[in-house]
């Protein structure tokens, strides 16, 4: 995934909204968002199925983690996953202890990454150089790519957030209208990856995704780029993602108790 805009705690009784465009090769096999069985319990997320990490995902706690991958001239294929980052943090029960799992990742076990994690109290960014940095996030709007997280002279990273900005301070009502503007956004630069919307070739926007959690929660998906692919509604799988956790803490505890 390489934009995710996330508001935090912008709006009252809407503790985060997240859009989220995921950029990859077209040919690597994916599924879209489903309750799926996590590390700790039952989560919320698509499907890299090449790898079998995932790029966004909702934990029952309502802990948010995403990753988006960072420039690197040689990858090494030999280490870990960066997306089975994002499971490993889903077994946190709150944003802060995700983001102290984060900060002590081991040294050089990953190639470089942008981690990102929320909850209805709490946001975090790390970055990962072969080793991780903690960013404390205050409550407002982020853009988490593949620069550092809201790095205003990345002209992508400014333009996005200048237009969330500008989405979060309008109505409520318009929020999610505003945020899927901002995934379908094409023409900004010569370069195509300038976009958020990106197409080249091969390559480009595969999916998008817009959450809300809190009053009115919502789950939407695209299942290919969001200017020609309209999102469908998955708002359901939240209800059975805590219908499923209800029935993971029971089978917990009946083996505790056996």
């Known amino acids: 995934m390489c934009t995710l805009v996330a508001l935090h705690r912008c709006t009252p009784g809407v503790p985060l909204w997240i859009a989220a465009n995921r950029d990859e090769f077209l040919d690597r096999p994916a599924e879209g968002p489903a309750v799926r069985a996590g ?23 309502g802990v948010f983690a995403a990753v988006t991958n960072r420039p690197t001239a040689s990858p090494d294929p030999a280490r870990r996953s960066r997306g089975q980052l994002v499971l490993d943090l889903l077994e946190a029960r709150s944003a802060r202890d995700a983001a102290a799992r984060a900060a002590a990742l081991e040294r050089g076990r990953y190639n470089p990454c942008n981690l990102f994690v929320a909850d209805a109290r709490h946001a975090f960014a790390v970055v ?3 080793a991780p940095v903690l960013h404390p996030l205050a409550a407002g709007v982020h853009v988490i790519g593949n620069a550092d997280p809201d790095a205003r002279e990345v002209p992508k990273v400014r333009r996005t957030l200048e237009r969330a900005e500008q989405v979060a301070a309008g109505p ?13 956004t094409h023409g900004d630069d010569e370069d ?10 091969g390559y480009g926007t595969r999916s998008s995704s817009l959450l809300r959690l809190g009053e009115g929660a919502l789950l939407e998906h695209a299942a290919g780029p969001p200017c020609t692919t309209p999102y469908r509604d998955f708002t359901p ?9 209800r029935r993971h803490g029971g089978e917990t505890a009946t083996r505790k108790a056996s």
């Not at 409520?172 to 379908?184: D, F």
């Not at 195509?192 to 070739?201: A, F, I, K, M, S």
């Not at 799988?237 to 956790?245: F, P, T, V």
């Open 128 to 130: 990962y150089e072969d």
């Open 172 to 184: 409520p009502e318009a929020i999610r209208a505003g945020l899927a503007a901002i995934c379908r």
């Open 237 to 245: 799988l939240l209800a059975e993602l805590s219908r499923a956790a």
């Open 39 to 61: 590390r700790a319990g039952p989560i919320v997320a698509p499907l890299d199925r090449r790898a079998g990490g995932t790029w966004w995902g909702l934990n029952a706690h």
């Open 192 to 201: 195509p990856r300038g976009d958020t919307c990106v197409h080249l070739g």
